[in-house]
Antibody
Framework: QVTLRESGPALVKPTQTLTLTCTFS??????????VSWIRQPPGRALEWLAR???????YYSTSLKTRLTISKDTSKNQVVLTMTNMDPVDTATYYC??????????????????????WGKGSTVTVSS | DIVMTQSPDSLAVSLGERATINCKSS????????????LAWYQQKPGQPPKLLIY???ARESGVPDRFSGSGSGTDFTLTISSLQAEDVAVYYC??????????FGPGTKVEIK
């Protein structure tokens, strides 16, 4: 059974750096094709994708937030860490991590993949306030 | 980045009736090498994380009831709930995961009972 759990501070002050940890089980980030993403959702608003890290340590970031985000993994602990610098009240949100499942398909004789977020954690609520 | 839009913002449908949600991407998410649309649909109920319903625009995730179906190609997609049930009240998001692109979500469509 695949599970993910987000952890981190519930309250951070403006300008501080947020560090969130995603601890997962039921899969390994050393397995080819596996990835983990972070997504956030401000209260009453839409989902916003933040970052992704792949089994081979490739990393992808939201274009609008990439200067503030760093994603990393610790495969020995089955953890993925997201840091976001210079926090602001508009960053108040529930932060989710999700497992990405790679779905293979035939690309004219080679394999290419679609990567969908198929299992999500329950989320970690972060409030930014002085 | 690929921008996703959805319509309507919300809709109210009677129990047992059909609900239709539209999603549009700012550029095609159809990858020519495999003829797959890199488009997924998620359902989010209040207080819960999103749940994957559909991927490849029309492939139903395991365990998802067959009243949920996805269609469309290129830039225009539709999620249909053929016979709305009370437990389908939720916000539905489309999501593109185009090959080697950053991910984006649509703004969501809220489905309620009329």
């Amino acid at each position: 059974q695949v599970t993910l759990r987000e952890s981190g501070p519930a309250l951070v002050k403006p300008t501080q750096t947020l560090t969130l940890t995603c601890t997962f089980s039921g899969f390994s980030l050393t397995t080819s094709g596996m990835s983990v993403s972070w997504i956030r959702q401000p209260p009453g608003r839409a989902l916003e994708w933040l970052a992704r890290i792949d089994w081979d340590d490739d990393k992808y970031y939201s274009t609008s937030l990439k200067t503030r985000l760093t994603i990393s993994k610790d495969t020995s602990k089955n953890q993925v860490v997201l840091t976001m610098t210079n926090m602001d009240p508009v960053d108040t949100a529930t932060y989710y991590c999700a497992r990405i499942r790679s779905i293979p398909s035939d690309c004219r004789g080679r394999i290419c993949y679609g990567r969908v977020m198929d299992v999500w954690g329950k989320g970690s609520t972060v409030t930014v306030s002085s | 980045d690929i921008v996703m839009t959805q319509s309507p913002d919300s809709l109210a449908v009677s129990l047992g009736e059909r609900a239709t949600i539209n999603c549009k991407s700012s550029q095609s998410v159809l990858y020519s090498s495999n003829n797959k649309n890199y488009l997924a649909w998620y359902q989010q109920k209040p207080g819960q994380p999103p749940k994957l319903l559909i991927y490849w625009a029309s492939a139903r995730e395991s365990g998802v009831p067959d009243r949920f179906s996805g269609s469309g190609s290129g830039t225009d997609f539709t999620l249909t709930i053929s016979s709305l049930q009370a437990e389908d009240v939720a916000v539905y998001y489309c999501h593109q995961y185009y090959y080697n692109s950053t991910f984006t979500f649509g703004p969501g469509t809220k489905v309620e009972i009329k």
